[in-house]
């Protein structure tokens, strides 16, 4: 029902574009969010975004550098990554919930795309 794609290989300082349509369920009525999982980590929450776009919540180290936004007439939301740093490598999952709330915990989640790899090199 959530199917990512957009990953890559970027050198540090670009940009790439992750994009995440939903299928299967009433997206403009979903909070969506990206998480990530780098190697030997846990998931950790990224970025959410609420159902008409006008909240978000993004983890400290990417506010500024990346955005999340939202295309309810395409059931896609999006992770714009700027000045991506070699930290940022990781697999990248969008997840949905059926909620107006915007969560930051995975747990909260109940759909998941199955991931897209971004690779930052130094």
């Known amino acids: 029902q959530l199917q990512a794609s957009g990953g890559g290989l970027a050198q540090a300082g670009g940009s790439l574009r992750l994009s995440c349509a939903a299928s299967g369920l009433s997206f403009s009525s979903y909070t969506m969010a990206w998480f990530r999982q780098a190697p030997g980590k846990e998931r950790e929450f990224v970025a959410a975004i609420n159902w008409s776009g006008g909240t978000t919540n993004y983890l400290d180290s990417v506010k500024g550098r990346f955005t999340i936004s939202r295309d309810n007439a395409k059931n896609t939301v999006y992770l714009q990554m700027n000045s991506l740093k070699p930290v940022d490598t990781a697999v990248y999952y969008c997840?949905?919930?059926?909620?107006?709330?915007?969560?930051?915990?995975?747990?909260?989640?109940?759909?998941w795309g199955q991931g897209t790899l971004v690779t930052v090199s130094s």
């Open positions: 997840a949905a919930v059926g909620s107006s709330r915007v969560y930051g915990i995975e747990a909260s989640y109940r759909y």
